[in-house]
């Protein structure tokens, strides 16, 4: 058996799973890869995994992430971004793994999260590894923090520390300030501030998003006043 085979196998194991609990099946635009959503209020929550082909070998890297409206609403219309959706937080399963078992929140350098896979047993065993994985781990991270107060403690209780939740900057102090404003956090200002430096050192494609999201917040703030 082939990796695409595997994949598709794999694919039909997931659906067995995730399926029953109110996950959907969709197409990446980019990809035609599948990934598994399910509504929840003012969002959904997000299973995906970026399969990798070698001949017979097929190497998996599971992701998971939240999407909320209110926030994803905002970042689209101040930015170049306007045809998907947007995380606001989530990872590689094994990174959010170490966030509910062990509290760590500062994202690692590099990780190897592939599962590599042979043969259809491996996947077999890969299934009921992933339904412990989705009990234990997917599911808890999902009922935990799915709403904007949740998104704006997580990104913004340490801004200056790599977050496990969000790791692309400026994208996480988009997404961050984003959910401070609306979550009227009294430290906005502050975390602006902070933000500010921290997306000097973060990709450039971000930074003019950053700016018009910024000027955009700071806009409403002078509104509502």
Same mark, same amino acid.
């Given at each position: 058996?082939?990796?695409?085979?595997?994949?598709?196998?794999?694919?039909?194991?997931?659906?067995?799973?995730?399926?029953?609990?109110?996950?959907?099946?969709?197409?990446?635009?980019? $990809?035609?890869?599948?990934?598994?959503? !399910?509504?929840?209020?003012?969002?959904?929550?997000?299973?995906?995994?970026?399969?990798?082909?070698?001949?017979?070998?097929?190497?998996?890297?599971?992701?998971?992430?939240?999407?909320? $409206?209110?926030?994803? $609403?905002?970042?689209?219309?101040?930015?170049?971004?306007?045809?998907?959706? *947007?995380?606001?937080?989530? @990872?590689?399963?094994?990174? *959010?793994?170490?966030?509910? +078992?062990?509290?760590?929140?500062?994202?690692?350098?590099?990780?190897?999260?592939?599962?590599?896979? !042979?043969?259809?047993? $491996?996947?077999?065993?890969?299934?009921?590894?992933?339904?412990?994985?989705?009990?234990?781990? *997917?599911?808890?991270?999902?009922?935990?923090?799915?709403?904007?107060? !949740?998104?704006?403690?997580?990104?913004?209780? +340490?801004?200056?520390?790599? /977050?496990?939740? @969000?790791?692309? @900057?400026?994208?996480?102090?988009?997404?961050? *300030?984003?959910?401070?404003?609306? @979550? +009227?956090? /009294?430290?906005?200002?502050?975390?602006?501030?902070?933000?500010?430096?921290?997306?000097?050192?973060?990709?450039? /494609?971000?930074?003019?998003?950053?700016?018009?999201?910024?000027?955009?917040?700071?806009? +409403?703030?002078?509104?509502?006043?």
């Amino acid at each position: 058996m082939n990796s695409k085979e595997l994949q598709i196998q794999f694919e039909q194991l997931i659906e067995e799973l995730v399926l029953p609990l109110g996950f959907e099946i969709f197409l990446n635009q980019d $990809d035609g890869e599948k990934y598994y959503c !399910r509504a929840i209020n003012n969002g959904h929550e997000r299973i995906s995994f970026i399969f990798g082909h070698y001949g017979k070998m097929l190497s998996i890297k599971p992701q998971i992430g939240i999407y909320i $409206d209110d926030i994803g $609403d905002i970042y689209k219309k101040n930015s170049k971004i306007k045809n998907r959706p *947007i995380r606001c937080i989530g @990872n590689h399963l094994l990174e *959010i793994e170490r966030y509910i +078992e062990k509290g760590e929140e500062t994202e690692r350098v590099y990780v190897n999260h592939r599962w590599k896979v !042979r043969a259809v047993q $491996d996947l077999i065993e890969l299934a009921k590894l992933y339904k412990a994985y989705f009990n234990n781990i *997917i599911d808890p991270y999902f009922k935990e923090n799915g709403t904007v107060a !949740r998104v704006d403690e997580l990104l913004n209780k +340490e801004p200056r520390v790599p /977050s496990i939740h @969000n790791n692309l @900057n400026p994208f996480r102090a988009c997404i961050a *300030i984003i959910a401070a404003r609306i @979550n +009227e956090n /009294s430290r906005f200002k502050n975390l602006l501030a902070i933000y500010d430096e921290s997306i000097k050192k973060g990709e450039e /494609s971000y930074q003019a998003d950053y700016q018009n999201i910024r000027q955009f917040l700071l806009n +409403e703030s002078s509104n509502k006043q």
